[in-house]
């Protein structure tokens, strides 16, 4: 086997025998922190219908034709390759549901949603699934902001002021939005589950850049017209701890509802928390744009 290759990528240095085109941004010269290892010994008894399983330090879960994941104390991520995997498979989700899970072994928060940087500050568009996240972020990459991340974001929490790591170059959008946006150019490749989705190279990104302020969380919601209504309290906990927890099922097997609470009220209490009500056609997305240009600058 090859010498592992070496990433920095949310405040850890990783050494990885999976090559990872997706971090080759976060690229470095060595890595002790993490180590990703693809094992071709037998993988261990798991199905995916067994779903995630937590046994003391170890996670476990499994993939259908694709393989089986160990996490071990936040430091190791092991991959028992299917035969015939291909590696896009694998890296998927090694940087989606493993990368998660040993963040929460680490009892580091991992929030979903994208986030984009605009004058120094980390806007976190948040929400549930097909609400729009990934368009939202686009959209303001068009008024020249810069990605941060995109689906999967380490926060340092802190009630003054919370950061979040850069942690992507890729955004992942739908057909009619890349069209929209007239970004056919930008495409990498197609997404793993969805025909109608792809992966796409962001026009800038702070992958290199040090972690960034969170200067204001949107959870979004549908609306007849462009609303934004700030939340204070309870309901600003309630409403971002639902729209960021990623793999809630994962969370839920590892007892760590109380934890991630308690990272979403630390947040809250030094960020501003609004709901952004808009309507959901691409021709009003430069409208959504503006107006969130607008609420920020005020």
């Known amino acids: 086997m090859s010498a592992p290759l070496h990433y920095f990528h949310s405040g850890l240095s990783i050494a990885s025998d999976l090559a990872l085109p997706e971090w080759q941004d ?61 590696d896009r498979d694998l890296r998927l989700f090694t940087l989606g549901s493993a990368w998660g899970a040993l963040g929460y072994q680490r009892g580091l928060a991992m929030w979903h949603g994208s986030v984009v940087e605009h004058h120094g500050q980390a806007i976190l568009f948040c929400g549930d699934a097909g609400m729009g996240k990934s368009t939202m972020a686009a959209a303001m990459l068009v008024k020249g902001w ?69 200067g204001a969380i949107f959870v979004l919601a549908d609306g007849e017209k462009v609303e934004i209504e700030r939340l204070e309290g309870h309901r600003a906990v309630t409403a971002v701890l639902a729209a960021t927890v990623y793999r809630p099922e994962m969370l839920e097997a590892m007892d760590g509802w109380v934890r991630q609470a308690h990272v979403a009220a630390q947040v809250v209490a030094g960020t501003p928390v609004c709901i952004l009500r808009r309507p959901r056609d691409l021709a009003s997305l430069g409208d959504v744009a503006h107006a969130v240009e607008h609420f920020l600058s005020e």
């Open 26 to 86: 976060f690229a470095c010269g060595e890595g002790g922190d993490v180590a990703i290892v693809v094992s071709d010994a037998e993988a261990p008894a798991c199905s995916e219908a067994d779903g995630t399983i937590v046994e003391g330090d170890l996670i476990r879960f499994a993939i259908d034709d694709v393989g089986v994941w160990e996490i071990q104390g936040g430091q190791t991520i092991r991959v028992y390759p299917h035969a015939g995997a291909q």
């Open 146 to 214: 810069s990605l941060v991340s995109d689906d999967l974001s380490r926060i340092d929490a802190s009630p003054e002021v919370s950061c979040v790591y850069p942690a992507s170059t890729r955004i992942k959008l739908w057909r009619n939005a890349i069209e929209a946006l007239g970004w056919e150019d930008r495409v990498i490749q197609r997404d793993h589950f969805r025909d109608d989705k792809f992966h796409l190279r962001a026009p800038k990104n702070n992958a290199g850049e040090g972690i960034l302020p969170l």
